[in-house]
């Protein structure tokens, strides 16, 4: 995505993944100092510990307490959390309704990030996780209500957010057991995206709704993240077409 951003941009860069231990990171991210970088990503399971490695925080990575995108400025480093506008910008491309219940899945790092973002666009958010005590420990720190799966008030709910692990890579489990009976305008949105189609989708589509995977949120995350980095304002059709390239590559 970023090396196709950095082609459209005319801007001579380039942006490699590496697999970094957690007995590696601090020194990842110092090298991130050098000159020349302009940044990196992180993905699971850094995001949340690279926080203290930081020189200073956007308000959306503090109020999380996690980032997925450093920026580097003459030596120092700047964490952002592009996830959480990233999720609303996919949100809005798919046209989510925007009143009723959002119900948020999950209590990890991407559902802190889509707690906050939903907090933030004004929308009333339920918490489910597996584990209720984080669901609870979440609403406590970002707002917002958790919620049993068994009894939360799925009728209202317009808009259903997959924010676990539960599908990736695995394309038979779902975080819901039972597929509730949503408000029939609702959209499901699943932040996982391999598979393309995972079994929540699938059982959404099932019932009427309209679902969609995560890729759009993952190619808005890297956009914002690419302006961030090298002040370029590159159509998020750039990132989304890499990424399809990407998944029907042999
Ligand atoms: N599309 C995007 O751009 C994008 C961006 C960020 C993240 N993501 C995706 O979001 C997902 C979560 O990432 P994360 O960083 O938040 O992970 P995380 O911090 O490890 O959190 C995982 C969460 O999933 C729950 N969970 C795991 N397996 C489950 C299962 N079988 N059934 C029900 N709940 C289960 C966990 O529940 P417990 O609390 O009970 O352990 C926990 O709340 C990943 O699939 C990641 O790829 C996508």
Do not use: C
């Not at 959480?84 to 990890?108: C, H, K, R």
């Amino acid at each position: 995505m970023h090396r196709a951003a950095f082609v459209h941009a005319g801007l001579n860069g380039n942006y490699t993944a590496r697999r970094v231990g957690a007995a590696d990171l601090a020194q990842a991210v110092a090298d991130l100092r050098r000159p020349g970088v302009l940044g990196a990503n992180l993905s699971l399971p850094h995001k949340e510990s690279a926080v203290a490695l930081l020189e200073s925080l956007t308000p959306a990575a503090r109020a999380i307490g996690a980032v997925n995108t450093i920026v580097h400025m003459d030596g120092q480093l700047r964490g952002d959390n592009t996830d959480a506008p990233g999720l609303l910008a996919a949100l809005a491309d798919a046209d989510a309704p925007t009143g009723g219940l959002s119900v948020v899945l999950g209590a990890g790092g991407a559902a802190r990030a889509a707690v906050y973002a939903l907090r933030q666009a004004g929308r009333e958010v339920l918490i489910v996780n597996r584990t209720h005590a984080r669901a609870q420990a979440l609403a406590a720190e970002l707002g917002g209500r958790a919620a049993w799966p068994e009894t939360a008030p799925w009728a209202a709910v317009t808009l259903l957010v997959n924010a676990s692990s539960a599908g990736l890579d695995a394309p038979h489990d779902s975080p819901l057991s039972t597929f509730p009976a949503l408000d029939p305008r609702a959209l499901v949105y699943d932040m996982v995206y391999q598979p393309a189609e995972t079994r929540l989708l699938r059982d959404a589509r099932r019932a009427g709704l309209r679902a969609e995977n995560g890729l759009g949120m993952l190619a808005h995350q890297a956009r914002l993240a690419f302006a961030a980095w090298t002040g370029a304002d590159v159509p998020v059709r750039v990132f989304l077409e890499a990424l399809h390239a990407a998944a029907d590559a042999p």
